[in-house]
């Protein structure tokens, strides 16, 4: 059985209720288990919430939570608000769908299903509540605001009551830096018992990782505090603005290491910032870099310096599928190279899921980010 | 320890310093099948840093180059391990070989000046784990020469950490274990060993900690009041395959019971430990293992049975029996299977009975604890046939398809009152997706960042053998009565039906 659900043709819509909806979820699933039909397990964990702009963007969503559903099988909530005259009558409107996966080969199919929901007009306000409904008991519930839109704000805040997790993606604000700021505003001021999660947070944590690793050596401990200088480049895929990893980035460093900024410039596609920490000064350079053909966009190399010897470097090269670390200092020079990890939105998203509790190191890394990103928008202030 | 700012606040804190791994065995089969594959795949993951340092130790004259190139062709062949030559050129750089007589004590003095230079070119700053994958008879040479060239002792105000990893078996019965154990204690503190037992670094085995001690609901009836009974099965459906040698030494009780069955057991009978630190946790197995009521020569008799394989199918393909496998004497009384019937003399488990089985050739392959309770004390649906109400059943199913399974009865819809068992499931393959971490990189980490909590304390490890060798020595000296078979393929002798027959009670069909 397989019921993927698209945006071209959802199918008939069932009533938005939950009674009808769990009526039709049943009758879905008894002709699943049918005599002659390979064996299903209905499978879930969890809730995902998926809030999108519009209809047109289920098309992206619908495979990046079937993908998800194969490691988190989850009862997934694919929610938006539809224009006027977009829908009939009534102005709510739900259609359902199954995903479905062979985690074992020779094993029975694993599904999970899919709720699709729409509104219009005033109904749009009651999205929350319907969604509410349609909760399975007891599971934690995942919410992912994947078009960050500030009009959507205060349907996903009453939504965000409720979920244990609130999952967004900085990456889809990099068009427009106001809104990025809105969105790392947002991400800092959340109410409190709601863990919080950035899919570019994620992006870096290979980054991050192999960063921290050097430090865990004895011999090489001691340069984490005496680093003077980090170089980030990055191939910009919008020239322009900063990338938020960047930041996320300098932020991680900066908060961790306990460094207090001092001032932050910028020049064409060039960043330049300058830390201060037990009387020493840290330079951080950003250059962007434009994005070669067959070079994915994201940060291209990391370079501390420290202790006036140590040269510590985390780089992907051109071509190559893996991110690759290097530690010089003294006479040893260590390498390691790791896979490049999927960094599409489901993968991310599967990550995140495994992962669900409180993460200190982004808060304090986003309170920095936000301060730097204000602070290049305004350098005066 | 080294404090790192960077890993503040860390989601994944379990990245170890660099250290060097000597693999005492380093062309051996453990070596091969699980030790490299694990090792790459933990690199892979960013889970050990760089200058980790590998250093190969075997007989054969190898140069680095070449012993690179055979871990590279173990990986290849390795399907559950993807291979990058990218990523494997680097982790190479850090894998190194040196030809080996354990029983030169020239080759240590080489192998400490050998690991002094790594520590410099590949800052692995005094951090070393050996591990024992050689045959056991090797272990106290190594161990007493490793000692005596003082490379198993940590400096005091040093920043190096030594630990060692010593496969079992941990001795063949109580006295070598002893003995095992007191070499060992002269060179290492018991804080620097780590016994392994890869049993206890499979998921579902760690999880029946968290199911016992993160559900409320539990632990209520998890006691002699609502447990009729516990039955622990580790079936295997294959036979004894290149391993005659060593099998026909060891036999089921030693290969199986004393370590895996027995630990399984502690942790299903255990009481709650005041925290989830390794020695809390510890310190429980080892509690309930002395609790365990000793075997006289008559319980030997009554309570425990041993049987050899012989010829039959095992999914329609035909198998040999045991006298007939490569390397087992015609006259073997080496027993394939074993069971015994365990009383644990303690409040919460008196007069519960805990039936385990194990053996090789059998059915299918399943390990499975199964806590069996107590019938409703007054049944109220008299017209139904009292025939249809079982026993409910909490079962954790350690492999294949691990899970967890509630058996409850239902009644049939209808108008009778109709009642069926069903089955409640947790399926960990469809409830988190299709990874399982495998035993050993979990156990290897687990080492290099210093917790033992899923190794075996020699306490443990004694109490085991302890209990162990009354049976040990009773069907030793057994030489006359015959040894029960069973046909390949089967669920075991016909004699170990008694076993909780006896009581009214009956092995799962599983």
């Known amino acids: 059985m397989n019921n993927i659900p698209s945006a071209e043709n959802l199918g008939i819509p069932v009533e938005a209720d939950a009674e009808a909806v769990e009526r039709k979820l049943v009758s879905f699933w008894k002709s699943a288990g049918e005599d002659g039909k390979p064996a299903v397990i209905r499978a879930c964990s969890c809730n995902l919430i998926a809030f999108v702009r519009d209809r047109g963007r289920l098309q992206e969503l619908f495979p990046v939570l079937a993908k998800v559903s194969e490691w988190h099988p989850s009862r997934s909530l694919a929610v938006f608000v539809a224009p006027d005259e977009e829908l009939s009558p009534p102005d709510m409107h739900a259609w359902i769908g199954a995903q479905c996966s062979i985690p074992f080969s020779g094993g029975p199919q694993v599904c999970s299903e899919t709720i699709a929901l729409a509104a219009r007009n005033r109904a749009r306000l009651s999205l929350p509540d319907a969604v509410l409904s349609l909760l399975i008991p007891d599971l934690p519930v995942y919410l992912y605001w994947r078009s960050f839109w500030i009009s959507d704000q205060d349907l996903v805040e009453r939504l965000a009551r409720f979920s244990h997790l609130l999952i967004v993606d900085s990456h889809r604000t990099r068009e427009d830096p106001a809104n990025r700021l809105r969105l790392l505003r947002l991400l800092i001021e959340r109410p409190a018992g709601i863990a919080m999660r950035d899919l570019n947070w994620s992006r870096i944590t290979p980054w991050r990782d192999l960063i921290a690793q050097f430090f865990d050596s004895a011999s090489l401990n001691r340069y984490v505090h005496e680093i003077t200088e980090v170089d980030i480049t990055r191939n910009l895929s919008a020239p322009g603005s900063i990338p938020t990893r960047t930041l996320l980035l300098t932020g991680w460093l900066a908060s961790s290491l306990g460094w207090q900024r001092v001032s932050a410039e910028r020049s064409g596609d060039r960043w330049s910032s300058v830390w201060k920490s037990r009387g020493r000064e840290i330079r951080v350079r950003f250059t962007g870099t434009e994005s070669r053909a067959g070079q994915p966009p994201g940060i291209g190399s990391v370079t501390l310096r420290a202790g006036g010897e140590a040269v510590f470097s985390v780089f992907v090269e051109g071509g190559s599928r893996c991110l690759t670390a290097t530690a010089s200092a003294g006479e040893s020079r260590l390498v390691h190279s790791v896979p490049e990890e999927p960094l599409d939105e489901a993968s991310l998203l599967i990550r995140e899921l495994s992962q669900t509790g409180e993460d200190a190191a982004f808060k304090a890394a986003l309170a920095e980010a936000y301060e730097l990103e204000k602070a290049f928008s305004c350098p005066q202030s | ?510």
């Open chain 2, 1 to 510: 320890m080294v404090t790192n700012p960077l890993r503040h606040g860390w989601r994944i804190s379990r990245s170890p310093e660099p250290g060097c791994m000597v693999i005492f065995g380093g062309s051996g089969d453990l070596t091969r099948r699980k030790l490299i594959p694990a090792l790459y795949r933990l690199y892979q993951k960013r889970m050990i840093p760089a200058g980790f340092t590998i250093i190969g130790l075997a007989r054969s004259p190898m140069s680095d180059g070449q012993y690179r190139d055979m871990l590279r062709s173990w990986i290849e062949q390795d399907a559950e391990t993807p291979a990058d030559s990218e990523i494997w050129d680097t982790f190479a750089q850090g894998i190194f070989y040196m030809p080996a007589d354990y029983r030169d004590p020239a080759m240590y003095g080489a192998l400490k000046s050998l690991l002094a230079e790594k520590d410099q070119t590949r800052r692995t700053g005094g951090n070393r784990i050996y591990y024992l994958a050689t045959a056991p008879a090797d272990y106290p040479v190594i161990i007493r020469d490793l000692g005596s060239n003082g490379m198993g002792m940590e400096r005091t105000g040093g920043t190096g950490w030594i630990r060692t990893i010593i496969e079992k078996p941990f001795g063949r019965d109580l006295e070598s274990s002893r003995e095992l154990n007191r070499v060992v204690r002269s060179v290492f503190e018991e804080e620097q060993v780590y016994r392994i037992d890869h049993y206890l670094g499979k998921e579902t085995v760690q999880n029946i900690l968290v199911f016992r001690f993160a559900n409320g609901i539990f632990e209520p009836i998890w006691n002699r009041r609502y447990v009729d009974h516990v039955q622990i099965t580790a079936a295997e459906n294959i036979g004894i395959g290149t391993r005659g040698g060593y099998y026909e030494q060891a036999g089921a009780l030693r290969d199986m019971v004393q370590n895996h069955v027995l630990q399984l057991l502690a942790l299903v009978a255990m009481e709650p430990p005041p925290d989830f630190s390794p020695d809390a946790v510890r310190s429980e197995k080892a509690k309930v293992l002395r609790s365990i009521r000793p075997f006289t020569p008559e319980d030997v008799r009554r309570l425990s049975v041993r049987a050899q394989y012989s010829g039959g199918f095992i999914g329609g393909k035909e198998a040999p029996g045991y006298l007939e496998e490569t390397g087992i004497s015609p006259e073997s009384r080496t027993e394939t299977y074993a069971a015994l019937r365990l009383s644990i003399d303690n409040w919460r488990w008196a007069n519960v009975p805990f039936f385990v089985r194990t053996g090789k050739n059998l059915s299918k392959r399943v390990t499975e604890i199964a806590l069996v309770f107590q019938r409703t004390p007054h049944f109220i649906f008299r017209q139904a046939p009292t025939a249809q109400v079982e026993s409910n059943v909490l079962a954790f199913r350690i492999q294949p398809d691990e899970g967890i399974t509630l058996k409850i009865i239902a009644k049939l819809p209808g108008q009778a009152a109709e009642m069926r068992p069903v089955n409640m499931d947790f399926r960990y393959g469809s409830t988190f997706g299709p990874h399982l971490a495998d035993a050993y990189e979990r156990l290897l980490l687990d080492c290099m960042t210093g917790d033992p909590t899923l190794f075996n304390r020699i306490d443990s490890v004694e109490s085991a053998w302890s209990l162990m060798q009354p049976i040990l020595d009773t069907w030793a000296e057994d030489r006359s009565s015959p040894i029960p078979r069973y046909p390949s393929g089967s669920w075991g002798p016909a004699e170990a039906e008694g076993l909780p027959g006896r009581e009214n009670r009956s092995w799962r069909l599983l």
